[in-house]
């Protein structure tokens, strides 16, 4: 593993913020807390969900850097909140908090050397997990909410 793939997914997980703020405020008042079809999130779930899920990949960092191989334990929304919980969270409170936690782990992410990305941990939902691949899963996670913003946004036809 190359630094240069460390450096993308660091300017990656920078750049997120930039992307997913303005796009959720872009969502008009009305809209951004109605569900594009039943048991859907809205994009102001979305988004609070990844204010909410920040801390954790900074907590499991530290976990990985202090012990040799540690045991992650799953963030499971759907079972650790009820199924409304999100809707009731502060939206500029959490777009503030994503922002500012953003940048907090992206200035820890430049503090690694490059073998403290190889640093491995057990997950039980897949077969291998390290630093690296957690911070791949990240960018890809918040594209993939992204994603899910943009579509509540554009959406013509609503359940």
Not at 116 to 134: K, L, N, Q
Request: hydrophobic share 40%; aromatic share 6%; proline share 7%.
């Amino acid at each position: 593993m190359s630094d240069g793939t460390q450096r993308e997914v660091v300017e990656a997980l920078g750049r997120a913020p930039l992307l997913i703020v303005p796009m959720v405020r872009e969502v008009p008042q009305a809209l951004r807390k109605r569900r594009p079809a039943p048991g859907k999130w809205s994009a102001h779930e979305h988004a609070c969900h990844l204010a909410a899920a920040q801390p954790i990949f900074l907590q499991r960092l530290e976990l990985m850097m202090r012990q040799e191989h540690p045991t992650i334990r799953p963030y499971l929304p759907e079972q650790e909140h009820s199924p409304d919980a999100l809707l009731q969270v502060d939206l500029d409170e959490a777009l503030g908090r994503f922002e500012r936690e953003r940048g907090e782990l992206v200035a820890r992410l430049h503090q690694l050397q490059l073998d403290d990305w190889g640093r491995t941990a057990e997950h039980p939902e897949y077969s291998h997990y390290s630093v690296f691949i957690m911070f791949r899963h990240i960018v890809l996670h918040d594209m993939l909410h992204s994603y899910r913003i943009e579509e509540c946004l554009l959406k013509r036809e609503w359940a």
